[in-house]
């Protein structure tokens, strides 16, 4: 997480340095700039053309800020119109979200199935133990059992969302 924010960071610093050599360029001229993938998965802004980097784009800005479609112009004629479509770092930033949602979503899953797993084996009886920290079992007394329950349940009631007993 901490890398994903180091490289957004490092895109706003370069395209942040892209805008202000468009702002002091003439009217009539665009500047080119390459977009690339390195070695690592970071992204890289160059003027210059990449020797080695995976996914090289070109990026043409016009003069006024505007990001224009290589070779040509990108059809607003409004600065402040905005365009519906993402860019490839935000769709890279969305898709990077979801899996994150998604691998948070299994992981709450696990745990869920585990707390039931737990509940499912304290309701069944019988002698339960825990291990100490010499790895000797200590066996639960009828009390802690019960104790060791309610707290279960309480943990699939707070993070699973629906109550198992």
Known sequence: MA?????NTATKLLMSTAY??????????AIQVYKSV????????????P??????????????????NAGQLAGKTDANQSTNTQSAEEQRVAALEARIKEQEAQANAQRCQSLRNNLTNLNVGGRI???DANGKRQYLDG???????????QAIDQYCGNSTT
């Open 3 to 7: 890398y994903a924010s180091k490289i």
């Open 20 to 29: 202000v050599l468009m702002l002091s360029m003439n009217a009539s001229h």
């Open 38 to 49: 390195g070695a690592h998965g970071e992204v890289k802004y160059s003027q210059h053309a």
């Open 129 to 131: 133990y825990e291990m």
């Open 143 to 153: 009390r802690e059992i019960e104790l060791k329950r309610e707290r279960v349940q």
């Open 51 to 68: 020797q080695n980097g995976k996914n090289i784009e070109l990026i043409e800005f016009r003069s006024d800020g505007r990001q224009s």
